[in-house]
């Protein structure tokens, strides 16, 4: 399978630096670059990739912006938006996540470690195992007071989906989530999707998020 691939970043340097990688891989396959937001949602709507490598601060509309339109254009439900971020901590990248992104990845990352990550998105899988990325959602789920309603949007939710949500949110994969509550990771796999899809998230990371501003589990638990 060759996985195709987006790259938008406002820098020249940049966009030619992870097509230089990625031109090296027989399975992965760059099909446009956009230097703006917008020209990255008129790429995506044109070529329909798998992955879209996304940076956020860019000039006119950003990658915030664009992850947004992309997450809310039925037709490009299947691309899978992984942020570029030079920061570990940071705002943007937890609005990314909110919006739709499948995770993120810091611009240094190791060469092989970026056709993994592309691959893995690809597949289907969120890039939220790094114990990072909850470290992204925690910092700024608490600067953020969870959401009034947030029982009433939890309350389409079994027991037992709320229950395997916060394992989610605790970083937890399916496997794990099996062990803990007793059940086969394709059990814990069922619980996880039926969650998404009565709380319309795209992947886990939206979901992780979701926990923590529906008050499910809070900042620093377990």
């Not at 597949?123 to 910092?139: H, I, M, W």
């Not at 970083?171 to 099996?178: D, F, R, V, Y």
Request: proline share 3%.
């Amino acid at each position: 399978m060759t996985v195709r691939v987006v790259l938008a970043d406002d820098q020249t340097v940049v966009r030619a630096g992870f097509r230089a990688l990625l031109d090296l891989t027989a399975d992965l396959v760059v099909v446009a670059e956009a230097a703006d937001g917008a020209q990255a949602v008129e790429a995506v709507r044109l070529t329909r990739p798998d992955v879209v490598l996304m940076d956020i601060r860019m000039p006119g509309v950003d990658g915030i912006e664009a992850i947004r339109r992309i997450a809310a254009d039925a037709a490009l439900d299947g691309v899978r938006v992984v942020v570029l971020t030079t920061y570990q901590v940071d705002a943007y990248v937890f609005e990314a996540l909110r919006h739709g992104a499948a995770g993120f990845l810091l611009k240094d990352i190791e060469p092989d470690e970026l056709r993994e990550a592309i691959r893995t998105v690809a597949a289907g899988q969120s890039l939220l195992a790094p114990a990072v990325t909850r470290a992204v959602v925690e910092e700024f789920a608490r600067l953020k007071a969870p959401e009034a309603a947030g029982a009433e949007r939890l309350a389409v939710l079994t027991e037992r989906e709320r229950e395997v949500m916060a394992l989610v949110a605790a970083g937890l994969s399916n496997a794990e989530i099996g062990r803990e509550l007793l059940m086969s990771p394709l059990t814990a796999k069922t619980h996880v999707s039926r969650a998404m899809t009565k709380l319309g998230a795209r992947d886990r990371a939206q979901l992780v998020v979701l926990a923590y501003e529906t008050g499910l589990v809070r900042a620093g638990e377990r």
